[in-house]
């Protein structure tokens, strides 16, 4: 997630994303206790806000309520298979509904973060990279016309955002993903359900691979 949209989040919003990189990329362990007061003093803020915090990341799986307070749990096996599964799922209803019932017009707006994404890889940016690709994404919900669907997929986006900036920095070269992409929004305009969803879950089963390769290297180091 870009800096600036960062720091147009509402304060609790902020530690949470503070604290969810810090999970992601295993710098707060498994089993870490997250004390109220010690984070209002690590993050310079009043309780309120990491009550706040606390309550998305338990929502997303991150952390968990014991009867002596919040622990971290971490992203594990289990965890990225979830994650991953959900998401296939979520995912492939909103592309199916965006491909039969979608206007042409907003179809073509999925070309400006495809754009973004080439313009990204020709820079070595993974950052502006990610952030264009969880706007591709995003927008299969957005377009969907189902609005529990795009209420599921905004819980979760915050950890798939902290997810795509952790995997794309493994990508030496990220032109395939870019072209990868632009393969995925022609099966849309083509309107071919059976393509468009099998590029996305082969699209989606290179990236929880990709997290399980940085999450070991995480363990390992």
């Known amino acids: 997630m870009a800096v600036r949209q960062v720091r147009q989040l509402p304060l609790g919003e902020r530690v949470a994303h503070q604290l969810r990189v810090l999970i ?63 998401r296939e799922s979520l995912e492939t209803l909103a592309l199916t509904r965006v491909i039969e019932r979608a206007g042409k017009r907003d179809i073509d707006t999925l070309e400006s973060s495809v754009t973004a994404m080439t313009k990204a890889a020709d820079k070595g940016d993974p950052a502006a990279f990610a952030e264009a690709d969880l706007e591709f994404h995003s927008a299969f919900y957005a377009l969907a016309g189902h609005r529990r669907l795009a209420a ?3 819980q979760y986006r915050p950890v798939f955002a902290v997810i795509l900036d952790v995997t ?19 099966a849309v305009r083509s309107r071919d359900v059976a393509k468009a969803t099998s590029l996305l879950s082969s699209h989606l089963l290179g990236a929880g691979n990709r997290l399980r390769t940085a999450l070991r290297q995480v363990t390992d180091s």
């Open 24 to 86: 992601v990329t295993g710098q707060l362990e498994p089993g870490t206790h997250l004390v109220e007061g010690a984070l209002a003093d690590r993050f310079d803020v009043s309780r309120g806000p990491i009550r706040d915090a606390l309550r998305l990341l338990e929502a997303e799986g991150l952390v968990e309520s014991r009867r002596r307070g919040v622990y971290v749990t971490g992203l594990g096996e289990d965890d990225v298979e979830e994650l991953f599964t959900l």
């Open 168 to 186: 794309n920095t493994q990508d030496r070269d990220l032109h395939p993903a870019a072209e990868a992409h632009a393969d995925l929004l022609h």
């Open 152 to 154: 599921v997929w905004e």
